[in-house]
């Protein structure tokens, strides 16, 4: 099947299996291995990215489902080498260990974020509910959360970054 996709701002035309995962899709035909597999079942949140501004377990999507959608991966949070504001709470406040979960963890944040802006250590826990830390540094990532929130808040709202315009990308995952 062939399908076209925008993620990171940059629009992919490609012939896909049926059956291909959206996370496969990511890692192995562009390279977005931020986008990590961590037990390819859906319960551990690791693969966690945005799809159409919503935050999805890209091992539960299949690739022709994100056809003519929007991907948005943690790789694709960065703008000109100067992290996100989460990106850089989660630094700041050293909300990852082994740095596994960070990237699903940054992901759902937004969601979470852009529907509570400021949540309580209770609504931090409730909203990464289904992301799982192997290392138990949750302390520290809800710490990161409410801070990311805080930050947000003070430079506006915790959207997640669009495209001025999708570019067409031919030497990686253009039209094969």
């Not at 996709?5 to 899709?25: I, S």
């Not at 562009?30 to 159409?52: F, M, P, Q, S």
């Not at 963890?105 to 529907?115: F, G, K, N, P």
């Amino acid at each position: 099947m062939r399908i076209t996709v925008t993620v990171d701002g940059t629009a992919y035309t490609d012939e896909v299996e049926p059956r291909l995962l959206l996370v496969h899709y990511l890692r192995d035909r562009l390279g977005k291995v931020g986008t990590v597999i961590g037990c390819d079942t859906g319960n551990c949140g690791a693969c966690t990215v945005h799809l159409n501004g919503h935050s999805v377990k890209s091992c539960s999507v299949l690739a022709v489902q994100a056809d003519g959608g929007d991907v948005l991966t943690v790789e694709g949070l960065s703008r000109d080498g100067t992290l996100h504001p989460v990106q850089q709470a989660f630094r700041d406040n050293h909300a990852l260990q082994c740095g596994y979960c960070t990237p699903g963890m940054i992901m759902q944040t937004l969601d979470l974020l852009a529907e509570e802006p400021d949540p309580d250590e209770r609504a931090v826990r409730l909203g990464l509910e289904g992301n799982l830390c192997r290392c138990t540094g949750y302390q520290n990532i809800v710490s990161a959360v409410q801070d990311a929130a805080q930050r947000l808040r003070g430079g506006g709202t915790a959207e997640t970054p669009t495209a001025d315009a999708p570019k067409t990308d031919t030497a990686q995952g253009g039209v094969r």
